[in-house]
């Protein structure tokens, strides 16, 4: 055995059909067959998915949390994008 | 006791005996994700063999059910193919030992799913679901380690060679096998041996390992003859049962 530890995968499961994979969680595992396993075996115990996305924690980029600032605040005061100046007729039920 | 009883002993044995063995592995595992994978295979041995063991009791009409025969069973009275008793040893070991019955159930599951008997056919073509994610698990592995590093090679080589021997238990035809075939309940064991053998060979072929040689050898742990490693995984798995019959929370 070597002492490295195996590569970090982050793990996606779809719950059903039609709907996206969601992130669930991480596994280590030496090779992305193997992560599909562990990700198997860690995460769909009582039928949580129907299908697996295994991807390289390190293929991952990332935003600057200290970036935040710059990335998301000039979105604040923009309300006007979000579509809550329309009236919206009576007979529509499911907005 | 029927030929029947005893045929639907040795599958159920078999699973219960592997699961109990890997089993063993849950909190040594060599990382945290192994420990559940092999926790899931135990437990889907185990979840097989209870459904065989129930309907065992059944054929025998005694009033024995599942919990009893797997409790109160003694060591001659098992009749799992003895290469699932033998040790663990260390991972690569449990891994080759998993392949080797991994492929013969793969195949034994495939046939038995045709099986005159609407029971046994059942069972198995549930477990053939099982078993090919398992049998995906044990190759998965065995490529890994045998390609993997020059120790990783040579450890799992050595267990191949020290294992290879109890599998010709697993094509070894005695006369409830041949009753079960004849009667469409089981297949041919001989007939299952050429694909189980390929099967293998494209394993150890990726996993640049060599095939051992086949020796004239065999325990027929399915006929009660075991190795004496049987004994102490029956005094653990069995021993809150002894001592306190019937006792449940």
């Known amino acids: 055995m070597t002492d490295q530890e195996w590569p970090l995968f982050e793990v996606f499961i779809r719950p059903r059909s039609g709907l996206e994979h969601k992130h669930v969680g991480s596994v280590h595992a030496a090779d992305a067959r193997m992560a599909i396993e562990h990700a198997r075996d860690v995460y769909t115990r009582r039928q949580e998915g129907v299908s697996i996305w295994v991807v390289k924690s390190n293929d991952i980029s990332a935003s600057d949390p200290s970036e935040a600032e710059s990335l998301f605040e000039p979105a604040r005061d923009k309300v006007y994008r979000h579509p809550t100046f329309y009236a919206i007729p009576d007979e529509v039920k499911n907005l | ?249």
């Open chain 2, 1 to 249: 006791m029927t030929a029947r009883f005893q045929y639907v002993l040795r599958l159920a044995d078999t699973c219960l005996v592997l699961g109990q063995r890997l089993g063993e592995w849950v909190g040594h595992s060599p990382a945290l994700e192994e420990d559940l994978g092999l926790a899931n295979l135990s437990l889907d041995l185990i979840g097989q063999a209870r459904l065989l063991l129930t309907y065992a009791g059944e054929l025998e009409g005694r009033g024995r059910g599942e919990d009893d025969l797997a409790m109160s069973r003694d060591q001659s009275d098992f009749l799992n193919l003895a290469l699932v008793e033998q040790p663990n040893g260390d991972f690569g070991r449990t891994i080759v030992r998993q392949l080797l019955v991994d492929a013969f159930q793969l195949e034994l599951y495939e046939a038995l799913q045709r099986s005159a008997d609407p029971r046994i056919a059942e069972v198995a073509a549930k477990a053939l679901k099982e078993t090919r994610y398992h049998f995906r698990y044990s190759a998965g592995w065995v490529v890994r380690l045998g390609d993997g590093t020059e120790e990783s090679h040579r450890r799992v080589q050595g267990a191949l060679d020290e294992l290879w021997r109890f599998t010709r238990e697993f094509f070894a035809e005695d006369e409830i096998d041949r009753e079960m075939a004849a009667a469409g309940i089981g297949p041919s064991l001989a007939q299952l041996q050429p694909r189980w053998q390929a099967r293998i060979d494209d394993v150890l072929k990726e996993a640049t390992l060599k095939r051992p040689a086949d020796v004239p050898y065999s325990w027929y742990g399915k006929r009660g003859d075991h190795s004496e490693h049987l004994g102490y995984l029956l005094a653990e798995m069995q021993f809150l049962h002894r001592a306190y019959p019937g006792a449940s929370w």
